[in-house]
């Protein structure tokens, strides 16, 4: 069975403190990892796609990495608007079309 | 402007009454998904659907129901066999193609109170 698994749970941070967030991932053939971010009562909002091991992207003080176990989600200088719950979700090869496989999300809370 | 909108955003019904949630996406996508969120877990797939007239089966597709009439709709019933209806409801939708997987875009949600 696919499992994706993200932690901490919950994360707290100053404004300006570096950190990351770890996605692990068990499946059988990965074809897409994906992060997107949900502030409180709204839909995901798309962040990245990650397709194979060792590619990077970045968008303002987000970075997203993958290796083959694994995304990790590092937050440069985060300021308050950065808080919200992050997720991973993760796409298979050979299963339904289209399904993404969700971790449970990072709450991060970035004070001032 | 592009996008997904979700109506209502909150609804609340007694239980033993079936509920219709609406999804209309304007970005010409072939995809549309409904997933379901509970406090603490991931989403989970309820129902989706490739294309006009043709949706599959989700991990958790008992109790509900969908229909796709139009590449623009996809409404989501939520039956009285439904045991726990109460949740977060999201719709996505995507453009995938034979090659890659292009990501899914999501609406704003409707948040579903059954008392």
């Known amino acids: 069975e696919d499992q994706v698994t993200q932690s901490p749970e919950a994360l707290r941070l100053q404004e300006g403190e570096s950190s990351s967030l770890n996605c692990s991932y068990t499946?059988?053939?990965?074809?897409?990892l994906f992060w997107y971010r949900q502030d409180p009562g709204k839909g995901p909002e798309f962040l990245f796609t990650?397709?194979?091991a060792g590619e990077e992207k970045e968008k303002e003080r987000l970075k997203a990495t993958l290796t083959k176990k694994e995304s990790f989600l590092h937050i440069t200088a985060p300021k308050p608007e950065d808080s919200a719950t992050y997720l991973c979700?993760?796409?298979?090869?050979?299963?339904?079309?289209?399904?993404?496989?969700f971790g449970q999300g990072t709450i991060l809370t970035v004070h001032p | 402007d592009g996008g997904i909108t979700q109506s209502p955003k909150y609804l609340f019904r007694k239980e033993g009454q079936n509920v219709t949630l609406s999804c209309e996406q304007n970005l010409n996508h072939d995809a549309m998904y409904w997933y379901r969120q509970d406090p603490g877990q991931g989403l989970r797939l309820i129902y989706y659907s490739q294309i006009v007239n043709d949706f599959q089966k989700g991990d958790i597709a008992e109790g509900y129901s969908v229909s796709r009439e139009k590449k623009e709709s996809f409404p989501l019933t939520v039956t009285s066999a439904q045991k726990n209806p109460t949740a977060f409801y999201l719709c996505?939708?995507?453009?995938?193609?034979?090659?890659?997987?292009?990501?899914?875009?999501f609406g704003p949600g409707t948040r579903l109170t059954v008392t």
């Open positions: 990650l397709y194979s």
């Open positions: 499946v059988s053939g990965l074809r897409g």
């Open positions: 979700a993760v796409q298979v090869w050979g299963t339904s079309y289209g399904k993404l496989t």
């Open positions: 996505a939708s995507s453009r995938p193609t034979s090659t890659s997987q292009d990501e899914q875009y």
